[in-house]
Every structure is written in structure tokens, then in C-alpha cells.
């Protein structure tokens, strides 16, 4: 089973294989993880996007899923995109938000990734409630098949989400 370790941070500082952004369908950036990633790792990264939107993802990532990039100058060798469900209290988004963990550490176990960094997917700009999000997040961790992925690292950027995280952990 994935040993899964707990930080709270800035996720582009972090040392990974692979670091995972809470992007949007258009792969062009955004605010919140998507900003500072694209701040922090520089415009390669942008440069990989355009480069997908221009050829096998013309209209944009659908929600759940997950694509792959440079990490540029971040401590990285990937950055998997992946687009979370928008927050709803009229409709159970749940299965998308799991889906992103999923399809993140698919694409990450096929370049060979063995560490790879999440930050709490949709519970930002998306408006997911940080208990559930945490509960959704580690459970589909647990539960998928991830090999050679070792060590998934939850970052989470405050004392709120670390603590959701860990109640969810131990
Ligand atoms: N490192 C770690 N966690 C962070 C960081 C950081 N540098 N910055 C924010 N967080 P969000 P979403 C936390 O809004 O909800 C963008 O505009 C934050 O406190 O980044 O999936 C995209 O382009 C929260 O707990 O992502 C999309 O349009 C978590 O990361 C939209 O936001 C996710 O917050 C995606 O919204």
C-alpha cells in the first residue's frame, strides 16, 4: 500500500516526482495552486499547456481528469493537471473529485513517479467543503492501485486543512 505523509506548505516548494495542480479546463492558469505553480515553475510550463490545448485537448480538460506537463523550474520532473468539480449542494460531485486523485496517480504511475505531491483539490476557488474534501482524498489514496508511486504527500497550504487531513490520516 502507498505510504501516504502529511506537510503543510506551499506545494511549489516541495521535492517530487511529481506535483500535482488544481487546474482548470482551460489549462491556461489561474489563481490559488494553478498561480503559483505557473508563477513558480515559468513559462515552460504555460508553453506545455498551450502545446495540449493546441493538439489533443482543443476544448480544454474535462473535470476529473488528469494530463501532464513539465514541471519547469519547480523541484520536480512532472506536473499532472487535473481539473476538480466546482462545490454543489444540489448534486453529488463526489465521484469527480475522487476521479482526479485517481487519474493523477494513473498518469503518475505511468512515468514512473514514485513520489508525488497533492494540495486539496476543489477546496479552494471551488468552493468543496475541507472536511469532505479530505475524506474524499484519502480514501481514493488508499484504495488505488498506484505502484511504483511509494509516497503520496498531501500539501496543504493551512492549519485547517492539515488538521482535516489528519483526522482523516490517523
Ligand atoms: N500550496 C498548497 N496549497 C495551496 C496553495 C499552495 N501554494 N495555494 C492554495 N492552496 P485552489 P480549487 C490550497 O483554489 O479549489 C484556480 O483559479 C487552498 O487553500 O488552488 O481546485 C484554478 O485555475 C485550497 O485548500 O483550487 C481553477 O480555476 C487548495 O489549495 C480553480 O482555482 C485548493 O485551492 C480551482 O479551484
Avoid at 503543510?8 to 479546463?25: H, Y
Avoid at 520536480?76 to 485517481?102: F, K, M, N
Wanted: glycine fraction near 10%.
Amino acid at each position: 500500500m502507498v505510504r501516504i505523509t502529511l506537510v503543510q506548505g506551499d506545494i511549489t516548494e516541495q521535492q517530487a516526482d511529481a506535483i500535482v495542480n488544481a487546474a482548470n479546463s482551460s489549462l491556461l492558469g489561474g489563481g490559488g495552486v494553478d498561480g503559483a505553480i505557473h508563477r513558480r515553475g515559468g513559462p515552460e510550463i504555460l508553453e506545455a499547456c498551450r502545446a495540449l490545448r493546441a493538439s489533443h485537448y482543443g476544448k480544454g480538460l474535462a473535470t476529473g481528469q488528469a494530463v501532464a506537463t513539465t514541471a519547469g523550474r519547480l523541484h520536480a520532473d512532472h506536473v499532472i493537471h487535473t481539473v476538480g468539480p466546482v462545490w454543489s449542494g444540489e448534486e453529488d460531485r463526489s465521484s469527480l473529485l475522487a476521479s482526479c486523485y485517481r487519474e493523477s496517480l494513473r498518469i503518475a504511475a505511468e512515468l514512473g513517479a514514485r513520489t508525488i505531491a497533492f494540495p486539496a483539490i476543489s477546496t479552494g476557488i471551488y468552493g468543496w467543503p475541507m472536511d469532505d474534501g479530505a475524506r474524499i482524498a484519502v480514501e481514493t489514496v488508499r484504495t488505488a492501485s498506484a505502484a511504483p508511486v511509494a509516497e503520496v504527500r498531501f500539501v496543504l497550504f493551512d492549519d485547517t486543512a492539515y488538521e482535516a487531513f489528519s483526522r482523516q490520516v490517523t
